[in-house]
């Protein structure tokens, strides 16, 4: 493990514990050469399908991208870290449990809104409006809109 403060590879584990899923082992290390300190995270390394992207192209699942995004999402908003790495581990999940090996990205798009607005619904909207392109105010009006309908008996409800 390279120590982030000096590059140094020898480091020896202070400390380490099972994540609250039980799926990560934190680890604290302190450098043998610059007694700095840092965590390190261990997962199982799982096989994901491959994603398909609009035009074509496959690449490897990515977490950090879905992160990435739901970080622009939730940027000033109040969902801290630990649920959007909830959200993305459970769209790991489900497509380990799919058992497919190749995946659109629009599926992956859509469980993160669907995650998202159960979630924070301001961002929500912000990911829906990059994730779906919205051309124009009117396509963004209706997607906002569609917040304020129940699901279950398509009653409108009225906004918080």
């Known amino acids: 493990m390279k120590c982030p403060f000096c590059t140094h590879t020898e480091d020896k584990v202070i400390d380490s514990r099972l994540g609250k899923d039980g799926d990560v082992i934190r680890r ?20 994901l399908p491959l994603v398909i992207k609009k035009d074509g192209r ?7 991208k879905i992160l990435h995004g739901l970080e622009k999402a939730c940027e000033k908003r109040p969902v801290g870290i630990e649920a959007r790495e909830a959200l993305v581990a459970k769209i790991e999940k489900k497509l380990q449990e799919s058992g497919e090996k ?14 998202l607005k159960g979630v924070d619904e301001v961002a929500y909207v912000r990911f829906a409006s990059v994730y779906r392109q919205f051309k124009d105010i009117k396509e963004f009006m209706e ?10 008996d398509g009653k409108k409800i009225l906004p918080r």
């Open 28 to 47: 604290r290390r302190e450098c043998l050469k610059c007694e700095g300190r840092f965590t390190s995270y261990e997962r199982i390394e799982e096989i």
């Open 102 to 115: 190749e995946i659109p990205s629009s599926r992956i798009g859509e469980e993160i809104m669907t995650g």
């Open 58 to 64: 496959r690449e490897p699942f990515d977490r950090q």
């Open 143 to 152: 997607e906002i809109k569609a917040l304020f309908y129940d699901k279950k």
